[in-house]
């Protein structure tokens, strides 16, 4: 008990050290896709004409009583590891209210992709690393056991970067929450791990979006179109401008033609100068304001959850 106590310890002390001097990663506890599958808590969602499945996670907490206490006793274990949390029911409470909101409104600016709802709640929760939960139950005679697995996906780009499962001890008479927590404590030193490996891979080459470039049809100027005193291509300023500000100088030009260009793999810091947190959007808003500045283009910024903008130029 007591190595184990001591090994407890050293966990949070090293998440302390390594995120003391940059935003703190945060957690969110969800259940995953296939467990809400299995309990017929999914929705359809119109995406941009196509029909998708998605979990419903309002009816999934309504609905089944276990979950509530699963998230809760996942989140305290995550807790008293050094990792902040964020709580399902809570973001969910605030997209409701923000719904209400935007319903009384007349009319939007449309600053937004199409999103899904899962999207939405990213942006809502502003959760660094997505914790997708799924446990199953069998009976052997009086006792119970819990087989579970748990997914640790990158809010941002939706990549898995920890992952833990196994099977606990049979144990009578304990309630599922229970039984989960002592199934999970053998594997979440491993888990955890995981995460610190990503965290500092994040503090150290910056974390991971996607941005995109479009041009409205009436406008002047496309990617080819030579500007400045240098006369040097829109493309290739926008290209010099990443290299400055992404965390060294680290994306990746997927595509790029005189009417779009598609950056992928680009590695923004975790906090910009003021020492505030940097998503997808705040990162855009930089080259945004480039652009507006010393050329005199105006842009119209799109996000889509945390990791993805889209940068459209001639017009707002």
Not at 30 to 48: A, I, N, Q, T
Not at 304 to 312: D, E, I, N, P, S
């Amino acid at each position: 008990m007591l190595k184990k106590t001591l090994l407890l310890a050293l966990l949070a002390l090293n998440v302390c050290l390594a995120f003391g001097q940059a935003k703190k990663p945060t957690l969110m506890v969800l259940p995953s896709d296939v467990w809400c599958r299995e309990r017929g808590y999914m929705m359809d969602f119109d995406d941009m004409g196509a029909v998708r499945s998605l979990p419903d996670y309002k009816a999934a907490l309504q609905g089944d009583a276990d979950l509530s206490l699963v998230i809760a006793k996942i989140g305290q274990m995550m807790s008293e590891r050094g990792f902040d949390l964020k709580l399902l029911e809570q973001a969910l409470r605030t997209l409701d209210a923000e719904a209400a909101e935007d319903a009384m409104l007349t009319s939007k600016t449309g600053s937004e992709l199409s999103e899904t709802p899962l999207d939405k709640l990213k942006k809502t929760a502003k959760a660094d690393i997505l914790m997708y939960v799924y446990w199953r139950t069998a009976s052997m005679g009086p006792r119970s056991e819990v087989t579970f697995n748990i997914s640790g996906v990158d809010a941002y780009t939706d990549k898995q970067i920890a992952n833990g499962q196994g099977t606990g001890q049979p144990s009578m008479g304990a309630d599922v929450a229970v039984l989960l927590a002592e199934a999970v404590i053998q594997h979440i030193d491993t888990f955890n791990e995981q995460l610190l490996g990503k965290f500092n891979d994040w503090f150290e080459n910056g974390r991971e979006i996607t941005l995109r470039m479009k041009r409205f049809d009436e406008c002047e100027y496309d990617f080819e179109s030579a500007l400045g005193p240098e006369e040097e291509e829109l493309g290739v300023l926008v290209e010099d401008w990443l290299a400055e500000h992404c965390a060294g100088g680290r994306f990746n030009t997927t595509d790029a033609t005189a009417d779009m260009m598609f950056f992928e793999e680009v590695r923004i810091p975790m906090v910009n100068e003021k020492g505030r947190a940097l998503d997808a959007r705040s990162f855009a808003r930089g080259l945004q304001g480039m652009l507006r500045r010393e050329y005199g283009i105006e842009t119209k910024l799109m996000t889509k959850g945390l990791g993805q903008a889209t940068l459209v130029i001639g017009g707002k």
